[in-house]
């Protein structure tokens, strides 16, 4: 069974550009989640989405937003990029919810110059 | 105050020795308890997963639950140098929403 899979693995951008990221769940896997992981903040919760709907959200400002489609692949979007915004993003996919197993992708590394 | 807090480390054992990672909260309303495990350049994964107060052992591994001190344990018999990552642990309330501490960084010396 293939696992979580997450494109790019890496991407560099300039602050003021927007990037999008891509996620691939576990097949049979509905809800999907998105992290933002940085070495001083640990793994910070941006949002879930399940079965297309987003059900929870983190508090990290509108510049985030996601989406889910019918296939239960995930993109996340970041618009208007800031220094800041460089982490590790984590995308992670359960059957029916986050408080459940979790299965976490390798992450993408974005760094803005 | 952080809702849940993790002893960054790094935390240097000799291979063989037992070791003890941990975690408070204040939340006391957390019922779902994990422990995860990440290597450089990966994610993480799920090494125990514990539900309300008690132990749990697998292997290895035996994660520790005392809600009345709301604090958390896992503690790794027999060490390897292969047990060398990064232990997130996390906790939730039944609402979907993981509270994650920011990880001890384990280094075990052959």
């Known amino acids: 069974k293939a696992g979580v899979t997450q494109t790019p693995r890496y991407l560099i951008k300039t602050r003021g550009q927007q990037v999008t990221l891509s996620c691939s769940p576990i097949s049979g896997h509905r809800s999907v989640s998105w992290y933002q992981q940085t070495p001083g903040q640990g793994l910070q919760f941006l949002f879930e989405y399940f079965s297309e709907t987003q059900r929870n959200k983190g508090n990290f400002p509108g510049r985030f937003s996601g989406r889910q489609f019918s296939n239960s692949r995930s993109e996340m979007n970041v618009s208007t990029l800031e220094l800041g915004d460089s982490a590790l993003y984590l995308c992670a996919s359960s059957a029916r919810g986050p408080d459940e197993k979790l299965f976490f992708g390798s992450g993408t590394q974005l760094s803005v110059l | 105050q952080k809702e849940v807090e993790q002893d960054p480390g790094p935390l240097s054992v000799p291979e063989g020795a037992i070791v003890s990672l941990n975690c408070t909260y204040s939340n006391s309303a957390f019922q779902y308890f994990m422990w995860y495990r990440q290597y450089s350049r990966k994610g993480p994964e799920l090494l125990m997963y514990?539900?309300s107060s008690g132990n749990k052992e697998d292997g290895r591994f035996t994660a520790q639950v005392d809600k009345s001190s709301k604090y958390i344990s896992l503690f790794i018999r027999d060490s390897q140098p292969s047990d060398s990552a990064t232990y997130l642990c996390?906790?939730?309330?039944?609402?979907?929403?993981?509270?994650w501490g920011a990880g001890t960084k384990l280094i075990i010396k052959p």
């Open positions: 996390a906790m939730s309330e039944s609402n979907y929403q993981l509270i």
């Open positions: 514990t539900y």
